[in-house]
């Protein structure tokens, strides 16, 4: 493997796990659709009519 390679396997890495620590930050918060610009007030979970 070349410096390229490891380079790049690392920063895949790392884009995962920020990936993966951003949706569990969203899941505690109670967020059902995860990236929504509505997710604390959606119509299908809380009943709200923004749609």
Not at 15 to 27: N, P, S, T
């Amino acid at each position: 493997m070349n410096i390229a390679t490891v380079i790049a396997i690392i920063a895949l890495v790392v884009v995962v796990f920020l990936v993966i620590r951003y949706l569990v930050k969203e899941k505690k918060k109670g967020n059902k659709c995860i990236g929504c610009p509505y997710a604390e007030g959606c119509q299908k979970y809380t009943g709200c009519d923004h749609q």
